[in-house]
């Protein structure tokens, strides 16, 4: 018997076969080739006494492979969702609990009183006078005897202080 006899003969079996069990036509169609391959290498090397038997477990065992990793992806799937789940209601029950007026907290407030406190004089000054005196960069520059360039500076000195320790309450300041 040629190959292409076996082929024709047992091609057909073993698709419907891996079907009937995986339910997806192209890893069914996948798994017969697959099997037609492995009997014509082992063809090659030994006889094969009994080649609807050999072809049946090759499917079975390569079928039972790919059930048992899709069963392993869904659970990893459904871990991963259980995960988000999970998440997902603690922020709801977070922002569910949280009081808006209560956003810039005593705790917020001593940090950023002890960031300003820290700061080098002129850093601190140009800093709030920007910031809780709404005056402009030409003001503080005058009152502070400094360039624009130099107000601009000491701004940004602050304020990267600022994001450094109040790093933890970013996202709750972003919404403010």
Known sequence: MTFD?????YYQRCFLFAKSYLHD???SKDIASE???TLWSTMKTEEVKNIRAFLMTVVKNQALNYLRNEHLRMEARENILDDELYELDFRISSLDSSDPNQLFSEE???I???TLNELP???RRAFMMS??????????AESLNVTVKGVDYHIGK??????KNLKDYLYTLLFF
């Open 5 to 9: 006899d076996i082929y024709i003969e």
């Open 25 to 27: 036509e192209m890893q």
């Open 35 to 37: 099997a037609m391959i």
């Open 121 to 123: 004089e002129k850093t």
């Open 112 to 114: 950023v009183n002890h």
């Open 131 to 140: 910031r809780y005196e709404n005056k402009s960069m030409k003001e503080i």
């Open 158 to 163: 602050a304020l990267q202080a600022l994001r």
């Open 108 to 110: 917020i407030i001593a």
